[in-house]
């Protein structure tokens, strides 16, 4: 009974799926995964529905019973992590760097809980830190958006100015200098990650400053980008986290994709197999966690010589061949590698 009781307390809270839509608990011997969103919440078309994802995929592919708490604000986090935890989750995730200080809190007070962040590392031994090499995927972005400029002149634009981020700007300036050392990069920081409204603002002054390609790192403000990009004429944005292509088809160039679904689910799998994670997993191109949509609104636009090309790019980077930088200093010491 516990479990029914502390469910239908905390129902003003969270977002469920499956059978607990019926305030039901799990039934005996099911996978239990709990998960607290970052501030962009469930329906930010990017970060959040990919990791939520991943939770469906582990619903239908393993029979788990899931259950998602969803965080209006920073103070949310650590609340929502201890009543997943007061529940007895087999593995809570924390999506988002942003709780990586409150999951350390919660983690030390509950040793033999298990969870899982996303693009932070908790060094704390019942916790599985993931994180990703977007510089990877980023680099392929800015490669192809120097190929594909008309004014070579092109733009970033991040959520917040923090080193997660610089990731994937050192990435991008690195990848168009690749193709183009004259190229000229345009950054600009929305300072948040879910100002929906600055995102456009911000995009539409990029446009209007020259460049006619933007790639929008801005979590749920990437969506403000998305809704700028719609009404102009031959300039394009980059979409992010998620295959976001479908959004403005034909007006997105590509999406860098970042798997977290994936890595949820593995999380999930392994849990059930009963060897949990733990320690560090960073995931890059090479373990095809990272990584480009497939064109399927703009193949012919890009056409077949530039796609080639793209495609020898990834294959140097998987090789070792290229390793993209994911600093500012790395970018600014970075040399383009002749790719046959």
Not at 141 to 161: E, K
Not at 208 to 228: E, P, R
Request: glycine share 10%.
């Amino acid at each position: 009974m516990k479990w029914r009781a502390a469910i239908v307390a905390l129902a003003g809270m969270f977002v469920l799926a499956g059978c607990a839509m019926h305030h039901r608990g799990p039934q005996p011997g099911q996978l239990t995964l709990g998960m607290v969103t970052d501030v962009g919440g469930l329906g930010d078309q990017s970060f959040n529905d990919s990791a939520y994802r991943g939770l469906l995929a582990s619903q239908a592919q393993l029979g788990a019973y899931i259950q998602v708490l969803q965080s209006r604000s920073a103070p949310d986090y650590q609340p929502n992590l201890s009543a997943l935890s007061n529940l007895h989750f087999e593995m809570i995730y924390a999506i988002g760097f942003l709780m990586s200080g409150d999951l350390d809190e919660v983690a030390r007070a509950n040793p033999t809980q298990h969870y899982a962040i996303i693009d932070a590392v908790v060094p704390d031994p019942n916790v599985v830190s993931v994180t990703f090499k977007e510089e990877d995927g980023s680099f392929l972005a800015g490669a192809l958006a120097a190929m594909m400029s008309r004014t070579h002149h092109i733009a970033f634009l991040g959520g917040q100015d923090i080193p997660l981020l610089e990731k994937f700007e050192a990435g991008f300036v690195a990848g168009a200098r690749e193709i183009d050392p004259s190229t000229r990069v345009d950054v600009k920081y929305v300072g948040s990650f879910d100002d929906v409204a600055a995102g456009k603002e911000l995009t539409q002054l990029l446009f209007d400053g020259g460049a006619d390609i933007v790639y929008s790192a801005a979590g749920k403000a990437t969506l403000g980008s998305i809704d700028a990009v719609k009404t102009r004429t031959g300039d394009y944005v980059i979409g992010v986290d998620s295959d976001q292509d479908g959004k403005a088809p034909g007006k997105i160039l590509t999406s860098m994709v970042k798997k977290v679904d994936v890595a949820v689910f593995d999380v999930a799998k392994a849990i059930q197999e009963g060897h949990p994670l733990s320690g560090h997993l960073v995931l890059g191109l090479k373990q095809h966690a990272i990584g480009l949509t497939d064109f399927r609104y703009t193949r012919d636009q890009i056409g077949p010589s530039r796609l080639a090309r793209l495609a020898r790019i990834e294959q140097a980077i998987e090789d070792g061949r290229i390793s993209p930088p994911n600093t500012r200093p790395g970018e600014a010491a970075f040399r383009p590698v002749p790719v046959p």
